[in-house]
């Protein structure tokens, strides 16, 4: 099964305009963390943004915040004020708990082209 | 600070061949992961080391596969007799030393099997 799940291929935004990235994950362990990450097309992941299992707010910075709903396991990047810069691949991740492990589970990843 | 760096960038071999890859992570941090990349997929999991050991290789999809660590700050990924499935980006990554810190990666290396 699908750990993370990314149903949006590509997205389409407006310079300025917010946009959301859906993202959804499965687990039963209790601990885990999600990531955000964005692949330009020179191809290296740049970390965005974290949130822990645990944390009781939503994760924001600066442009980047993630609309975390525990309940319905989902954990959405929102992205303010678009830039031309934003377009990218995104992609969502999970590291689940376990001792011996730190590994991220990745999901197939949306492209956000902005446009002026 | 210098970032996470991966050599070669671009790596062209022939089926059969054997090749390296080298990574080389943030200053500090002990932990260090190889994923790999196909095209149009996101990054999946290969290798995941604690100092100079391996603790978690269970993403190594067969034993022509091999990462090592020596001095627990380079590592370099060996695969032998390369295939044509082989073909992807290779993309390396570092932490402090806490699990759960946040993976840093590197620019990646662009494997070509021919």
């Known amino acids: 099964a699908q750990k993370i799940t990314q149903t949006q291929p590509g997205m389409f935004v407006q310079e300025k305009e917010a946009v959301t990235l859906d993202c959804t994950y499965d687990t039963s362990d209790p601990s885990y963390g999600l990531f955000w990450y964005k692949q330009p097309s020179s191809g290296e992941m740049i970390f965005l943004i974290y949130q822990g299992s645990y944390d009781q707010q939503n994760a924001t910075e600066g442009r980047y915040s993630l609309n975390f709903q525990k309940a319905r396991k989902s954990a959405n990047l929102v992205i303010s004020a678009s830039q031309l810069g934003d377009s990218a691949m995104y992609f969502c991740a999970m590291r689940e708990g376990g001792y011996n492990t730190d590994k991220l589970i990745f999901g197939t990843g949306t492209r956000l082209q902005v446009f002026p | 600070g210098a970032g996470v760096s991966q050599t070669p960038s671009n790596k062209v071999t022939e089926k059969g061949k054997y090749v390296e890859l080298r990574c080389d992570p943030i200053?500090?941090?002990?932990?260090l992961y190889w994923y790999r990349q196909s095209l149009g997929q996101g990054p999946e999991f290969l290798i995941y080391?604690?100092?100079?050991?391996?603790?978690?290789d269970s993403g190594l999809p067969n034993d022509r596969f091999f990462a090592v660590r020596p001095e627990g700050s380079v590592s370099t990924l060996k695969i032998q007799r390369t295939e044509r499935g082989d073909s992807a980006v290779y993309l390396c990554?570092?932490?402090?030393?806490?699990?759960?810190?946040?993976?840093?990666f590197g620019p990646g290396t662009r494997l070509l099997v021919l």
């Open positions: 080391f604690q100092g100079t050991g391996a603790a978690d």
């Open positions: 990554a570092s932490s402090l030393a806490e699990r759960g810190e946040t993976q840093y």
């Open positions: 200053s500090g941090h002990t932990a």
